[in-house]
């Protein structure tokens, strides 16, 4: 067989071996979408229709026409100011408890043997075996006024009348921190864990002391968990409404409470749509700019 023969073979076989490569391609992703079908079928029924609807709703007035009379009121209106304000600074103090009390536990933990940390850390779950409406009445039951804490506090002489605990800002962060604690100290207690211990040990050999190694080379390698962690309690901080309802009694109003009186109360559901599409929107830009941030601080993947 001569060579341009050889040549043209080996061509119509390269080519039918690159067209079976594409069948199977094809074939591989049709057999996915398949598989993933019916995950995204329930997310489209369970969350995008719902948004949708809502997205829509809240660009009709209350007779039924396009309006954006509802955006319009929440700029000229201050109680919605305030709202959001409310709520931001709730978020914000809720987390950074949560960062202050969260970190060392999460570092104490690491530090222990894997079959002990993994007995302390049931404590850590224990809260998510009890429903949220029992822990926050539970909460409301120690901070009243003739609650426990202010009977132990009046018994031992700590002070005459009783403390104003609850019903407040004050309350509500209790409540909030308490249940968004795990929240943190799950993600960061698996960052810390995986940190080698080795880099510890050379930064000591180096002649670091303790406390430089740790600030040195064990805080920035557990910043993804940390960041992880903090933008996953303020996002579940804005959206929350039990707690806030119950230990602020009224006197705390976040968004989400915002949106249950007036479905509840005024039966608006244009102004509610459009209170739940801002958060939404809101919630989505933290997240955003949490990775961007993230990714140029050299957070996830950057930092080893």
Request: glycine share 10%; charged share 10%.
């Amino acid at each position: 067989m001569s060579a341009l023969g050889l040549s043209v073979a080996g061509e119509v076989v390269d080519d039918f071996h690159a067209a079976a490569l594409r069948r199977d391609h094809w074939r591989e992703r049709l057999g996915l979408a398949a598989l993933a079908a019916p995950a995204l079928l329930l997310v489209t029924v369970t969350v995008l229709l719902p948004v949708g609807w809502l997205f829509g709703l809240s660009f009709f007035d209350d007779a039924g026409a396009p309006s954006l009379e509802h955006y319009r009121r929440m700029l000229a209106e201050p109680s919605y100011g305030r709202t959001f304000r409310t709520t931001f600074e709730i978020s914000l103090a809720t987390t950074a408890i949560c960062i202050l009390l969260g970190y060392p536990l999460a570092y104490f933990l690491s530090q222990l043997p894997r079959r002990a940390a993994n007995l302390c850390m049931i404590a850590v779950l224990l809260p998510f075996w009890t429903s949220l409406l029992v822990r926050t009445y539970a909460w409301l039951v120690l901070l009243q006024r003739s609650g426990l804490i202010n009977t132990w506090g009046m018994q031992l002489g700590l002070w005459s009348e009783p403390l104003q605990l609850v019903h407040n800002v004050g309350g509500t962060l209790i409540g909030m921190v308490h249940i968004m604690l795990p929240f943190l100290v799950l993600p960061l207690y698996g960052t810390m864990r995986a940190i080698d211990r080795d880099m510890l040990r050379a930064a000591s050999s180096l002649g670091s002391t303790p406390a430089h190694g740790f600030w040195s080379v064990f805080f920035p390698l557990s910043l993804p968990g940390l960041a992880a962690g903090s933008a996953l309690v303020f996002v579940l901080c804005l959206g929350f409404y039990v707690t806030p309802a119950m230990l602020g009694g009224g006197k705390v109003t976040m968004v989400s409470n915002r949106i249950a009186n007036d479905i509840e109360l005024f039966f608006n559901w244009g102004a509610a749509s459009a209170l739940g599409v801002v958060l939404l929107v809101i919630t989505l830009v933290v997240l955003v700019l949490t990775a961007r941030l993230s990714r140029g601080a050299g957070l996830f993947g950057g930092g080893h």
